[in-house]
């Protein structure tokens, strides 16, 4: 229940001013996601080809709402070129009560049900000028297809970016809306994921970052990411810890460090940040994190932080 009351409250207290239902959001400095075709290496920075997000449309929403896929062709400017272009990547998105679970670790691989729940929309995209830099609009869905979580305080939705064939990379980003026309923000609405492939800037000054939230039975936390390819610096930062670094991984590797969590960390936010390597200039690196508990569950990164970017108080000292 406290958990409940704490995303309801801020949902209310942010109003219109969250504007950015795009995933990634605006502000965090990450330009796409992304997703490889099923016959990529996963050396360049995707372990699986497959990525699945999740959108909540808050209970106060009864029109219709759309889903919204930036640039869903593999074979524009945006992208990223293996020889010729052969990329085939779907798009799929699924409502209904199963499409989203807390009981176990959702939404990792594409392993098990991953398409669970009912299919909703779905399209292929390969190469295809008329989507290059463009959007492309699934929908209207009922918010009613959703699946109804009262403790996320809205309906949840699934959709799953899945590398079908060729070894191309497709840039894509995601918006909530409310128009299928033009980007018009769901209020209140939000994205998650438990496992965030994306593009880091290629912009030496840019300083990003993404916000898994840690509830109230997590006692350490597990950080995990793949490929980084000595791309500069990962740091924690809550109310509790001011920038602890954490291990990189290299070429086509994962790499895990486990890290305490004190009382005043749960449910509450946590920021994964991310600084460039000032020295050399990585460019085009895909990466992928993952955060679990100590039981192994994976843990939500929301788009538009739970409660907050969180502040490092000097007074809450780590055990």
């Known amino acids: 229940m406290k958990r409940y009351v704490l995303i309801i409250l801020f949902l209310l207290s942010a109003g219109i001013t969250l504007f950015s239902q795009s995933a990634p959001a605006v502000d965090v400095n990450i330009p796409y996601l992304i997703t490889f075709g099923g016959n990529a290496l996963t050396s360049w920075g995707d372990d699986d080809f497959c990525q699945i997000f999740y959108c909540i449309v808050p209970t106060s929403q009864t029109d219709p709402v759309y889903i919204r896929v930036y640039d869903p062709d593999t074979g524009g400017e945006l992208d990223e070129l293996k020889g010729e272009f052969n990329t085939i990547v779907n798009f799929s998105i699924y409502g209904g009560n199963d499409c989203w679970s807390d009981t176990i670790a959702p939404g990792l691989n594409k392993t098990g049900n991953f398409k669970s729940g009912y299919l909703l929309a779905s399209k292929s995209f390969g190469v295809d000028p008329k989507y290059d830099k463009k959007w492309y609009t699934f929908g209207p869905f009922n918010p009613s297809e959703g699946k109804n979580v009262e403790k996320l305080g809205g309906r949840v939705f699934k959709i799953i970016a899945l590398g079908v064939s060729g070894d191309d990379g497709n840039i894509y980003k995601y918006f909530l809306s409310t128009s299928p026309v033009e980007n018009v923000a769901v209020e209140g609405g939000n994205w998650f994921t438990y496992k965030y492939h994306f593009r880091f800037s290629d912009d030496q000054k840019h300083v990003s970052q993404i916000y898994p939230f840690v509830d109230d039975k997590t006692i350490s936390i597990q950080v995990s ?63 992928v994190i993952i955060v679990r508990n100590q039981y192994g569950i994976s843990m939500p990164f929301y788009v538009v932080p739970i409660g907050g970017v969180p502040v490092y108080s000097p007074k809450i000292r780590m055990k």
Do not use: H, M, Y
């Open 225 to 287: 990411n793949f490929d980084w390819d000595n791309d500069g610096t990962i740091r924690i930062f809550s109310v509790a810890k001011n920038g602890i670094f954490c291990d990189v991984s290299g070429e086509d590797n994962w790499i895990v460090r486990e890290f305490p969590i004190v009382a005043e960390e749960k449910n509450s936010t946590i920021e994964l940040q991310f600084t460039k390597n000032q020295t050399v200039q990585v460019r085009n690196n895909n990466v």
